[in-house]
Nanobody, 124 residues
């Protein structure tokens, strides 16, 4: 089993920044990628960003490109999401997820493990 624990959420004004962290523990091996998803109030869960564990290739949703940066620290089994120029529409619960094998990286249904989520609120 793998446990994922997110941190770093909070309340920030529009234009501000936050850095989310997700630490993986347990049987962390054979990881293909880790990703971030979010669910805004009244909306479906959506893909935000993902990074492959070995090569560090990154993917971003169009809505966050140029504002968010995903990174990882393999030694710490941790993935980060640096969020800059935050907008009110970024308000959501952000979830970290782990994908063990090569699958569609932006599809939440393919991920194997999920964190409990961290809430991000962006005020105007």
């Amino acid at each position: 089993q793998v446990q994922l624990v997110e941190s770093g959420g909070g309340l920030v004004q529009a234009g501000g920044s936050l850095r989310l962290s997700c630490a993986a523990s347990g049987r962390v091996f054979s990881v293909y990628a880790m990703g971030w998803f979010r669910r805004a109030p009244g909306k479906e869960r959506e893909f935000v960003s993902a990074i492959t564990w070995s090569g560090g290739s990154t993917n971003y949703a169009d809505s966050v490109k140029g504002r968010f940066t995903i990174s990882r620290d393999n030694a710490k089994n941790t993935v980060y999401l640096q969020m800059n120029s935050l907008k009110t529409e970024d308000t959501a619960v952000y979830y970290c997820a782990l994908l063990r094998v090569t699958r569609v990286i932006a599809n939440s249904d393919t991920y194997d493990y999920w964190g409990q989520g961290t809430k991000v609120t962006v005020s105007s």
